[in-house]
């Protein structure tokens, strides 16, 4: 079956870096496109970062833009999400998740175009 597993949160100071994993299974990797989402507590789920079935195009949220990455490599059905210049409010868990539709800009961040969701990986930026 589908699967997709998250690693590589934990504890960093403000400013720092982390490098997330997604590894997926159970499905045609590079036939999919895959996003990176968050959710803090008491607030909704945001999109982070979205990325088209052969790394060509790439979709960032505004709060990331600039300082998060998103990358695959297909060899290894994996998808990364590299964070730099950390912030205390990208305090979240981070999921990743595969697109089920025709990746573009206007869907890209819609989490209903997502239909298979990892269990997510928590980051925690101190101050």
């Known amino acids: 079956q589908v699967q997709l597993a998250e690693s590589g949160g934990g504890l960093v100071q403000a400013g720092g870096s982390l490098r997330l994993s997604c590894v997926a299974s159970?499905?045609?990797?590079?036939?999919?496109?895959l996003g990176w989402f968050r959710q803090a507590p008491g607030k909704e789920r945001e999109s982070v970062a979205a990325?088209?079935?052969?790394?060509?195009?790439?979709y960032y949220g505004d709060p990331v833009k600039g300082r998060f990455t998103i990358s695959r490599d297909n060899a290894k059905n994996t998808v990364y999400l590299q964070m730099n210049s950390l912030k205390p409010e990208d305090t979240a868990v981070y999921y990743c998740?595969?697109?089920?539709?025709?990746?573009?800009?206007?869907?890209?961040?819609?989490?209903?175009?997502?239909?298979?969701w990892g269990q997510g990986t928590q980051v925690t930026v101190s101050s």
């Open positions: 159970g499905f045609s990797f590079s036939s999919y496109a």
């Open positions: 998740a595969r697109n089920g539709r025709a990746l573009s800009g206007s869907n890209w961040y819609n989490s209903g175009s997502y239909d298979y």
């Open positions: 990325v088209s079935r052969f790394g060509v195009n790439r």
